[in-house]
């Protein structure tokens, strides 16, 4: 796959004497081009410039298949977090400005805020009638009745980022009411992207990717997370605590989009969290799945966006996972009708 830059895009533009895309994308929320627009972006001819006369409106009536439409999603949601990434690094070597949203560790950066900027700007100028749920709250979610929906986590791993430690991410998914279809995290330090798009896989870097092949709870390598808010309210510790004893460990890396990308790609086995919202686990659950695995919360049903609590593995151990984490939950129960 390639990736394109917004200036490489422009260039590519210039060099074949093609005036640049207008800002908003030609794709309405049915899913077909808008007649109208003469102009087409490369998002939208699936990665290729198309020359003058084979971008006459006529070619592009009617619906495309909703793979590449997916594609052409997908592109942008790449692209968009990218140029986000680049903010993010520009930010690292800034001064801070830390702000707290409440509790004590509930962090926020200008580089949360000004990543979310400029992707809810990017969104809005390609798919002006898409809905847009971003953390920072400038998205505009209950504005629209559009069935289409970015979940927007422009800086997954705040606290990391505020303290210099280079495990954090841009994470972008697309849902077409409860189906995802795209979905991008991005790791500006480290230039690790990963991507997948509904019925097409998951990369990294441009290379697919599978779960891993563990089929042991005792063998395999865990990672889960801790919420900022409310922190004494969280269970975790005890589920922790007991899955830590009976596997190779337990990471707590501190930013849950790119621990899912990691469940997608192998480097872990299985991850756990309770109250993520839907930003924080949108594009790791495409990926999760597109990579062959398997996401639900501890009861065996389907994860909802926004559940109380994810269970996202390689399938192979999610029985097992699962029978100790309920096993765990009635035994905190039970503890907790005693006191
Ligand atoms: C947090 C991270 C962290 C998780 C927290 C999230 P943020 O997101 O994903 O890993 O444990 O629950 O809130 O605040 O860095 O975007
Ligand atoms: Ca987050
Ligand atoms: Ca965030």
Request: charged letters at 20%; a neutral charge.
């Amino acid at each position: 796959m390639r990736f394109r830059g917004l200036q490489a895009l422009k260039n590519t533009y210039k060099k074949q004497g093609v005036p640049p895309p207008k800002p908003n994308l030609p794709i309405s929320d049915d899913c077909t081009f808008r007649h109208s627009d003469v102009q087409t972006p490369a998002f939208a001819t699936g990665g290729k410039v198309m020359n003058a006369s084979a971008r006459r409106p006529d070619r592009y009536s009617g619906a495309l298949p909703i793979s590449s439409m997916t594609k052409n999603y997908l592109e942008a949601a790449i692209e968009i977090a990218q140029e986000a990434g680049k903010i993010l690094v520009e930010e690292l070597s800034r001064p801070l400005h830390l702000a707290y949203k409440g509790d004590e560790v509930d962090l926020v950066t200008q580089a949360d805020k000004r990543s979310e900027r400029f992707i809810v700007e990017q969104l809005t100028k390609y798919f002006p009638q898409h809905a847009i749920a971003a953390e920072e709250g400038t998205g505009h979610e209950s504005a629209s009745d559009s069935e289409f929906r970015w979940h927007v986590d422009p800086l997954d791993g705040t606290t990391n980022f505020a303290h210099g430690y280079p495990c954090f991410c841009v994470s972008i998914a697309l849902a077409r009411r409860d189906t995802l279809l795209a979905a991008a995290v991005f790791n500006p330090f480290y230039s690790e992207l990963f991507t997948a798009a509904r019925g097409e896989g998951a990369t990294f870097n441009g290379k697919k990717i599978h779960v891993s092949k563990n089929a042991t709870l005792s063998t395999s390598l865990l990672c889960t997370g801790f919420p900022v808010r409310n922190r004494k309210l969280s269970p975790n510790l005890q589920y922790y605590g007991d899955f830590t004893q009976h596997s190779h460990g337990v990471r707590r890396d501190g930013s849950a989009a790119l621990d899912l990308a990691s469940v997608a790609a192998g480097r872990f086995d299985a991850f756990w969290e309770f109250g993520l919202a839907k930003w924080d686990v949108a594009a790791g659950i495409l990926l999760i799945e597109e990579a062959g695995g398997k996401v639900s919360d501890f009861a065996g049903n389907p994860y909802q966006l926004g559940g109380p609590v994810i269970l996202a593995t390689n399938g192979l151990i999610h029985e097992e996972m699962r029978a100790m984490a309920m096993e765990i939950s009635s035994r905190s129960a039970s503890s907790a009708m005693k006191t």
